[in-house]
């Protein structure tokens, strides 16, 4: 798990403000994000933690999202830091398409393998003439993950899993579609709401209670996807299940 000094250190931002002769705003993001390493690393796993995490993340007013599955959000640093690299791109686009990053892409390609135990030369950063700043975001939310550590993001997950599942046990408004088994399943749980369309669920969780998630109508399953993800709270599932029974 990263601690201060390594965030401070090892954090693409950093590296990029020292190879980029420290542009402005990414020396300015740097010292603002100085704070997060002692937010994210700090020992816990209560809920008052993982409502800390959730703050890191902007949804719109009154979303509750559960559609991770589809597409993840990024926490508010990653979207900073990748509109920096934007505005740094722009404001000399032939020195930094063409050459003037090499050494923030070679880095970022050392980050990931060691995240995945593989050998940096298996990967190919590929990016065009636009998605450069996005491709060096990359680094700041593998730092941003690993300031949370693997193993507490995994927990966190089941826990959330279990809890959902519990609220809904016993209840016969509700068929869950997913293994129990936590070998077979984690964080996207699938459910019916007996008797409804998977469709007009999904439609009334949005339109009524600004809840996100996808309906599942293929083979026959006609249930809601639920996805859960380390920006989800027990107090969001809660307010879940209670609009699935409304």
Known sequence: ML???????????????????????LKALNDRQASIPEQLAT???DEAYWEMVKSQFTFAPGLTYFNNGSLGACPNHVIQATNEF????????SKYMWGGWDDEKEALREK??????????????????????????????????????????ENRIFELKH???????????????????????????????????????????????????????AHDINGVRISLAIYCTKADIKRLVMALAG
């Open 43 to 45: 020992p816990g796993i």
């Open 163 to 217: 809890y959902f599942r519990k609220l809904l046990a016993k209840d016969d408004r509700f068929v869950l579609k997913t293994p129990e088994a936590d070998g077979l399943s984690a964080g996207i749980q699938t459910v019916e709401v007996v008797g409804k369309k998977a469709g007009k669920v999904r439609s009334n969780l949005t339109d009524n209670h600004g809840i996100d998630c996808r309906p599942m109508s």
């Open 112 to 153: 990931v393998a060691k995240n995945f135990s593989i050998s940096p030369e298996t990967i190919a950063l590929i990016h065009n003439t636009r998605n450069l700043p996005e491709l060096l975001g990359l680094g700041a939310a593998l730092d941003f993950r690993a300031l949370i550590g693997q193993e507490r993001i």
């Open 3 to 25: 601690n201060r000094r390594n965030w401070l250190r090892q954090s693409v931002l950093a590296t990029a403000g020292a190879a980029l002769l420290a542009p402005s705003g």
């Open 86 to 93: 934007r505005k740094t791109l722009d404001g000399f686009p």
